[in-house]
């Protein structure tokens, strides 16, 4: 139990679809991340959040939107994917992000598989 | 520009020997280094981190890595290594201070899958 949970844990989805991944922390932390996993890839970190305000947008094409309506829940709202994006996304919180020895917490991850 | 370096993209061991998985880095100024442990279909979890002092660190399950300024590397170790310790291990660092913006965020190496054989 790392006290970040995703959901859900597997998502299949055609390319026209709208969905939505769900982030959860019970740590009590300031600072919420999205990353992106793909094979033989380095992990790809694609939004940052401080205290529910955007702090990070890393170049992600706009078929990602993110949400964090408080600094215990983040979302990435998806629609019209590509068959590129499937990946695992994970989603990961720390206490603040200018303190920077202090460690990341990950979910598990949503296997996202575009058909 | 901070970068990670893991060269081996495997390494194979025998239950019970030692393990080296290597990483060296470079980041402006002082480095904050972190190792995480991934398990198939979970995500990545802390192992341990150096922030400043002495330069071997100890952390969760027997695992321990050495910084050394010199040779800009932060290899983790286990002196003897069990089957339950195959997993994905990600070396990770940021640049020491108060930062917002990209300068603080962590870069992470690519990975290095652990495989150790009965």
């Known amino acids: 139990e790392t006290g970040v949970t995703q959901t859900p844990r597997h998502l299949v989805m055609g390319m026209t679809n709208k969905k939505s991944l769900k982030c959860e922390q019970h740590?009590?932390?300031?600072?919420m991340y999205w990353y992106k996993q793909s094979a033989k890839k380095p992990l790809e970190l694609m939004f940052v959040?401080?205290?529910?305000?955007?702090?990070e947008n890393n170049s992600v094409p706009s078929r990602f939107s993110p949400e964090c309506p408080n600094s215990s829940h983040l979302f990435l709202h998806l629609h019209t994917l590509q068959p590129e994006d499937s990946a695992l996304y994970l989603c990961?919180?720390?206490?603040?992000?200018?303190?920077?020895?202090?460690?990341?917490?990950f979910g598990d991850g949503t296997r996202l598989s575009i058909l | 520009a901070q970068s990670v370096a893991q060269p081996e993209d495997q390494v194979n061991v025998a239950e019970g020997n030692p393990l080296t998985v290597k990483c060296t880095y470079s980041v402006s100024g002082n480095p904050y280094l972190f190792w995480y442990v991934q398990y198939p279909n979970r995500g990545l979890q802390f192992l341990l981190k150096?922030?400043?002092?002495?330069?071997l660190v100890k952390g969760s399950y027997g695992f321990e890595a050495e910084f050394n300024k010199s040779q800009t590397s932060f290899h983790l170790k286990k002196p003897s290594a069990l089957v339950s310790d195959s997993a994905l291990y990600f070396c990770?660092?940021?640049?020491?201070?108060?930062?917002?913006?990209?300068?603080?965020?962590?870069?992470f190496g690519k990975g290095t899958k652990l495989s150790v054989k009965p």
């Open positions: 990770a660092v940021r640049a020491s201070g108060n930062y917002g913006g990209s300068q603080g965020n962590l870069i």
């Open positions: 150096y922030i400043t002092g002495d330069n």
């Open positions: 959040y401080s205290l529910e305000e955007r702090v």
């Open positions: 740590l009590g932390h300031n600072a």
């Open positions: 990961a919180s720390s206490q603040e992000i200018q303190y920077s020895n202090q460690p990341q917490h």
